[in-house]
């Protein structure tokens, strides 16, 4: 039976376009799926789109259109991305959609009937800007935007009741809220007492959201709403094979989204019965150029910057360069030369240049034939060791989501091979013993054959492509083995896959 794995973004809101922070979140967990699928995991890939509340609302009223035709225009434009990356999600999931209104309505009513639910009036500051009410520590201080002072009567969670409950979950599981520093922030922010949390907004306020089951003056809070997309896709009331096969999940999320992934959810579920999610990974910021990303300081990464990166070298560099250097455990600044450097050093020179090298190799000693793999000696047994111990350190920080760490693990492999080569020197050796040449060579070509399946993930057009020049029918994709290299294959058309990068056009732009 193949393991199941089922990850997930968050629902991006449709009042924005993409930008860096939803592509950043999204190539990672595609980046996780397809190492999972490598080693023949059952995996659920899962993102979409957060249509609901004010926000979207007023957007769509300053555009004189419904909030429906706006939310379909904004969902394109990140399926539009998605597609543009060719990104391996299974599902992409609307709150709009008829099937997950279903479910919400389905919780907020056994939830409502369970007691777990009830009416009260609020008087107290209100942030129109975030949606929030807001204590009066919160007013004074000046957090929070375009606040109100309102009177409401609303619906309430009584998430307070599972307080004790949490805290006493999150410690029992160390991998439930991860990196560290975000289950201590978590824990911290428990220390005081959890408050009721309000799930409801009148309609004469905000309309466009899913009605209560129970009170038809009242939508559904935005986050309530939204948060229980995580167990709609999966089949939770509609596809019991499903659900059972694939919760709990893995939610991959920014640091900004942290309290609602965990404690509003966990506490949610508690009351519903069902399992917490298995992790919820809180990844950091991106920063640019050194600075905090703004649109009026010029330094917003948006989707025409993103597809102008894409453009110059890849649509892989683009995602290596996310995985490799991305805030997964703490911020990490997006600076334009970073970029380029880290294109030219990893990509340019240390695979592509040795790419070409053992490739003019074959064709100037072997007529372009994978040369036999003769009788291995000490250093070809060792790359053929460090082979195997490569994948399993890989695959062992796939398992931590350490995505930062596989970049560098697979090209410290890859610079080995550049090693191996100085050291053997088939240039040299061809004038005197063209049989061990060929053995150096073939080592050198298996091992490159071995990074370039680890490096799929990372760098799915650019892989395709090199194993497209090694002239095998096998798919890349998979975990191969390194011996399994086909001696006497004639080698397909020598491409260039990562030309280097001119740094000095920079210098003129
Ligand atoms: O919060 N650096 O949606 P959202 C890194 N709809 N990641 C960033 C980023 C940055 N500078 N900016 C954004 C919502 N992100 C809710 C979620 S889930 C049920 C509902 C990423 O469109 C990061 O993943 O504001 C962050 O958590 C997410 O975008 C917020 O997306």
């Given at each position: 039976m193949p393991r199941s794995f089922f990850i997930t973004t968050p629902l991006y809101y449709v009042n924005d376009k993409p930008h860096i922070g939803s592509a950043y979140t999204t190539l990672i967990a595609d980046i996780i799926a397809q190492y999972h699928r490598m080693t023949g995991d059952d995996v659920f890939f899962l993102t979409g789109t957060d249509e609901h509340g004010q926000k979207v609302q007023q957007a769509a009223e300053k555009n004189g259109i419904s909030p429906r035709e706006h939310c379909d225009i904004y969902a394109a434009r990140f399926k539009e991305l998605w597609s543009y990356f060719d990104l391996s999600f299974d599902d992409f999931i609307r709150t709009t959609e008829d099937r997950h209104v279903k479910v919400v309505q389905a919780v907020l009513m056994s939830l409502f009937e369970k007691g777990e639910i009830y009416k009260d009036t609020y008087e107290g500051w209100y942030s129109v800007a975030d949606e929030l009410f807001i204590s009066d520590k919160d007013y004074e201080e000046g957090r929070y935007r375009d606040v109100r002072r309102i009177s409401e009567t609303n619906y309430y969670f009584?998430?307070?009741?599972y307080q004790e409950r949490l805290i006493g979950y999150i410690e029992a599981h160390p991998?439930?809220?991860?990196p560290a520093n975000r289950r201590n922030e978590i824990l911290g922010f428990l220390r005081q007492p959890l408050k009721d949390l309000c799930i409801s907004r009148p309609k004469e306020r905000l309309a466009w959201g899913i009605e209560l089951p129970f009170d038809k003056d009242y939508v559904t809070y935005v986050w309530f709403d939204a948060l229980l997309n995580y167990i709609t896709a999966p089949g939770y009331l509609s596809d019991d094979a499903k659900f059972a096969a694939y919760w709990p999940a893995v939610h991959l999320i920014g640091k900004d989204i942290l309290t609602t992934h965990c404690v509003y959810w966990p506490t949610m579920l508690m009351a519903a019965g069902i399992p917490l999610p298995r992790t919820v990974f809180a990844h950091g910021w991106w920063t640019s150029e050194g600075q905090k990303m703004s649109k009026s300081l010029g330094n917003f990464i948006d989707l025409e910057t993103i597809r102008g990166y894409c453009e110059s070298v890849g649509k892989d560099a683009f995602r290596y360069f996310m995985a490799k250097e991305g805030p997964l455990f703490s911020d990490s600044d997006f600076s334009r030369d970073r970029f380029y450097q880290t294109y030219n050093s990893d990509l340019a020179n240390d695979f592509g240049n040795l790419v070409n090298r053992v490739f003019k190799l074959i064709d100037k000693y072997f007529d372009g034939r994978i040369p036999e793999a003769g009788e291995p000696g000490e250093d070809e047994l060792a790359m053929m060791e460090a082979s195997v111990q490569c994948r399993e350190t890989v695959l062992a920080e796939v398992e931590e989501l350490n995505v930062n760490a596989v970049a560098s693990t697979v090209i410290a492999y890859v610079t080995s091979i550049n090693r191996y080569l100085e050291k053997t020197e088939p240039w040299k050796l061809a004038k005197t013993d063209l049989a061990g040449t060929g053995m150096v060579l073939y080592a050198a070509l298996a091992s490159l054959r071995f990074s370039a399946a680890l490096l799929y993930p990372l760098l799915p057009e650019k892989m395709t492509e090199f194993f497209r020049m090694l002239n095998t029918s096998e798919a890349p994709g998979h975990i191969v083995q390194w011996q399994d290299l086909k001696s006497g294959t004639p080698l397909g058309e020598m491409k260039a896959l990562f030309p280097r990068f001119d740094m000095q056009l920079l210098e003129n732009s």
């Open positions: 009584r998430m307070s009741a991998d439930f809220i991860r």
